[in-house]
């Protein structure tokens, strides 16, 4: 598949996915999600509920230790959850800044961030193969379920813009879909299961050489063990139905709703678990 094809299609769910949570209030289901993916109840509640899209794969947080003061990128910010998580525990002397291609869903996290009353956060456009700030600008960069995202000719150069941005002794928090082995072709082609954040996944040893090559030392890439088929449901749904209002609609794992059934309809009847995982991971700039 070329580059471009993916790029608009992903943008073109994201985009469809903000203007639903933009009109929505938050459901239960986003909620559930991101519980089961490691945030906080008290979290969740603590930031405008249209932030979580249920689109998780982890909590990045857990991993970065954040202190008072600190700068920090992330990338692909969505509608803002983790932006805003991260601003409250760099306080007022530190600064978030969300990284994110898509309009809709920048509009989406400005709004987020006013009703939130954060004044240590920003976003700007951009894809994350190509970040317009400054090298050394983060003491930590995070990123939730996107980089498996990025089309494989592209994927090294965002690990490349990581270690430029942060400053020396600066360290990524990932959470990430990774695949366990190699996927059918019928997968790795489908865009449906590529918007769903499989098809586009890499292997557990090509991350972390993604990492090493671009400077990376300390790596640590740790299954969580988590249930992804959490999506298989939901994803089958909008796969069926094309719904996204409030009463029917569902997100599907990190690309909104899915409107067309694959081709091959028997591939939703596998376990996702058993060709890919939810990660953290985690590297230091020396």
């Known amino acids: ?58 909590n990045p947080l857990v991993l970065a230790n954040l202190r008072e003061g600190e700068s920090v990128i992330d990338l692909g910010s969505g509608g803002g959850i983790d932006v805003l998580l991260a601003a409250k525990k760099v306080g007022p002397n530190g600064k978030v800044i969300g990284v994110d291609m898509t309009k809709s869903m920048l509009e989406l996290a400005w709004k987020n961030s006013a ?19 400054p090298d050394a600008s983060a003491n930590c960069i995070i990123s939730n379920c996107v980089v498996n995202l990025v089309p494989t000719a592209d994927k090294n150069v965002v690990f490349h813009e990581m270690f430029r941005l942060l400053k020396p002794g600066g360290r990524v928090a990932i959470s990430d879909i990774l695949t366990r082995k190699k996927l059918p072709e019928e997968v790795v082609t489908n865009l449906s299961f590529y918007v769903g954040c499989i098809a586009g996944a890499s292997q557990v040893h090509e991350y972390e050489e993604y990492l090493r090559s671009a400077g990376f030392k300390d790596i640590l890439i740790v299954d969580t063990h988590s249930d992804i088929n959490v999506y298989k449901d939901l994803v089958q749904g909008q796969m069926n139905t094309g719904e996204t209002s409030c009463e029917s609609g569902a997100p599907s794992c990190c690309g909104g709703s899915q409107r067309q059934p694959p081709p091959e309809a028997d591939l939703l009847g596998h376990d996702f678990n058993e060709w890919a995982g939810s990660f953290k991971i985690y590297a230091v700039k020396r």
């Open 1 to 58: 598949m070329d580059s471009n094809p993916i790029y608009n299609h992903v943008q073109g769910r994201y985009g469809g996915l903000a203007d639903r949570s933009a009109a929505c209030e938050q459901r239960k289901t986003e909620q559930a999600i991101a519980q089961s993916f490691g945030y906080d109840a008290g979290e969740l509640s603590s930031i405008p509920a249209a932030a979580n899209l249920g689109v998780s794969c982890g």
């Open 115 to 133: 009703e939130a009353g954060a004044t240590n956060v920003s976003f700007i456009e951009a894809s994350i193969t190509s970040i317009p700030l």
